[in-house]
């Protein structure tokens, strides 16, 4: 029996990560077989288990993350507005804090409402509170009582999100007639002399 328990433990232990098939069966002589080949034809008792690996999941976030992203959704309001929306990204990523970044100039209108008419950035939503312009202390006071931990281990930041493209500044009305159009050759803008 003792030699049994081991062999099963050993294969327990063996297995990894990976699922493995374990047989038992009873033999012909009434000695109980534990295998992970499949059983002789003269088995008795044939059973086939299932014995899984031990994982442990490590792409989801720790549960106390969780429960603050659900209790205190984190949405960060800025623009290409300089220190302080770099700041302000700068340390939920540096926490390792899953937010939702959205830029108030894609719908004006609807962020002047749920601001009450304040234009400022960078702005932080911790759940219903709003914190208005970047202040480490205050940030950090906020998302302690939401219950976000200081840093979230194997957390990846957030990309950096792409600076929107801004359209070409228009040249004045008389540059704009004696400068060639940008892509196309000088000698195309001036027709050449004819003889």
């Known amino acids: 029996m003792r030699k049994t328990c081991t062999l099963i433990l050993a294969l327990l232990l063996c297995g990894g990560a990976q699922a493995a098939q374990l047989y038992r069966w009873v033999d012909d002589k009434g000695r109980v077989e534990w295998r992970d080949t499949p059983p002789p ?18 792409s989801t976030l720790p549960f106390s993350v969780q429960q603050a992203m659900q209790n205190f959704p984190l949405v960060l309001y800025v623009t290409d507005c300089g220190e302080g929306c770099t700041k302000a990204r ?25 601001t009450d008419g304040r234009v400022e950035v960078p702005l932080l939503f911790v759940g219903r509170q709003a914190l208005r312009g970047y202040e480490q202390g205050a940030w950090d006071t906020a998302l302690d009582a939401a219950g976000y931990p200081r840093v979230v281990i194997g957390a990846k930041p957030q990309p950096k ?11 004045p009305a008389g540059e704009a007639a004696a400068a060639p159009a940008a892509g196309t050759p000088a000698a195309a803008a001036t027709p050449p002399a004819t003889p």
Do not use: C, I, M, W
């Open 161 to 171: 999100p792409a600076p929107a493209a801004k359209p070409p500044a228009a040249a």
């Open 41 to 58: 034809p003269n088995a008795k008792k044939v059973e086939r288990r299932s014995v899984g690996g031990s994982v442990v999941e490590t």
């Open 90 to 114: 700068e340390h939920l990523n540096r926490r390792g804090l899953p937010y939702t970044e959205r830029n108030p100039q894609d719908d004006f209108e609807a962020f002047r409402k749920l």
